[in-house]
């Protein structure tokens, strides 16, 4: 009766599924794993553990909801088999651990039908997918552009959930967008001053080695400008105005004007 108690409790609340695998999880990471938003962004610092924690909503995904497929996208085959190792190390930590049918470098196939697979970071080879329960994408700000609009499509139809987490890299690209924009997003920012692994002392080291726009970006969660940019992020965006209406017509010629083109006459000399 306590077995069948300790598994409901699993199902039922992914905390309790991450206790059963040796992780306490911290009160961030607690309500992350207990969200049911369908579009969730995690801006954290390096080693705040969004790994992990997408990791074991992986699991529970794949172990409690039959036949859902679970994808995981990073820049890189290698970035996102990282992630894919986690969950395999999750899986292996279970009391009681589900039949697996297929378990390689890429996929993970349950008894129940359920698959989690990690991408390659190429648009062109990711659009075969289609109905999935989960996209979880690692580092998302150096994710391109056209393999995070590739990925979205794939939830259209199961009205499945898309995970973004990444520390920032600079004003630029969908994740930046994503977090600055109006869009129904979830916004969780985790800065490493509010990880009690990470010491104040670390900290003061980093900041003297890496400099001000690394160290805010990888540990205050900063969208810092590139180092080459001649312009500002604010001063781009000021430049546009949708009121404006285009100086060339569609035709090529300026607006309500009618220009004449004189053929060009050449003469031949005897």
Known sequence: MRELAASLACALDPV???ESLGFAPDSWQANVLRSTGKRLLLNCSRQAGKSTTAAVLALHCA???????ILLVSPSLRQS????????EGLDKLP?????KEDNKTTLTLGNGSRIVSLPGSEGTVRGYSGATLIIEDEASRVDDALYYSVRPMLAVSGGRLILMSTPFGKRGHFHA???????WGRVQIPATECPRISQAFLDEERAALGEWWFRQE???EFSETTDSLFS?????AAFDDKVQPLF???GGLPGITTAVQPLQIGVVS
Do not use: D, H, M
């Not at 009681?96 to 697996?100: D, S």
């Not at 994503?178 to 129904?184: K, M």
């Open 16 to 18: 309790a599924f991450a």
């Open 63 to 69: 172990i409690y909801f039959q036949a859902s497929l």
């Open 81 to 88: 088999s990282e992630l894919f190792r986690k969950v395999i």
């Open 96 to 100: 009681n651990k589900p039949e697996v």
């Open 178 to 184: 994503e977090w600055t924009g109006q869009g129904s």
């Open 219 to 221: 540990y205050l969660c």
């Open 233 to 237: 992020y604010e001063q781009i965006s």
């Open 249 to 251: 017509a569609s035709n």
